[in-house]
């Protein structure tokens, strides 16, 4: 069995997994704009020509799910980045919790669970599961 990475080699590994994810999706990113080019190309031919609605629809899907797998993407590409933290006095705990719980159940987030051993947060407070509509 190999033996556990010290925290400075496990901190150049997610390091390295960061650069090499981040290429990744820039590479991608390329793929998915060129795609693009063609299919904007192609909604503007359909607009002009005397082609069935059905045919720019579907044109104009594939350009949407073209743009949500971009940013999809850009997700990834923030997990990537390093975190700067810093103190900060007045922050509303409370709101925040309301806008992570409030992306979780729109389904805006990409993680669903995150665990984070290092961190010990107690906090009294009220909070309402169920999110309402303002």
Do not use: W
Not at 59 to 73: E, F, P, S, Y
């Amino acid at each position: 069995m190999k033996p556990l990475l010290s925290e400075s080699e496990d901190n150049d590994a997610l390091r390295a997994l960061g650069r090499a994810s981040v290429q990744i999706v820039h590479d991608l990113k390329n793929q998915l704009n060129g795609l693009k080019l063609y299919a904007t190309f192609l909604r503007k031919r359909f607009e002009k020509g005397d082609r069935p609605a059905d045919e720019l629809e579907t044109v104009n899907k594939l350009i949407a799910g073209l743009d949500r797998a971009a940013t999809d993407l850009s997700m990834i590409v923030e997990f990537g980045q390093p975190l700067s933290l810093k103190k900060q006095a007045g922050i509303d705990l409370e709101k925040i919790m309301r806008d992570i719980a409030g992306s979780f159940m729109s389904g805006r987030c990409l993680i669903r669970r995150v665990t984070i051993p290092s961190i010990h947060l107690r906090a009294a407070m009220k909070f309402d599961c169920r999110l309402q509509q303002k």
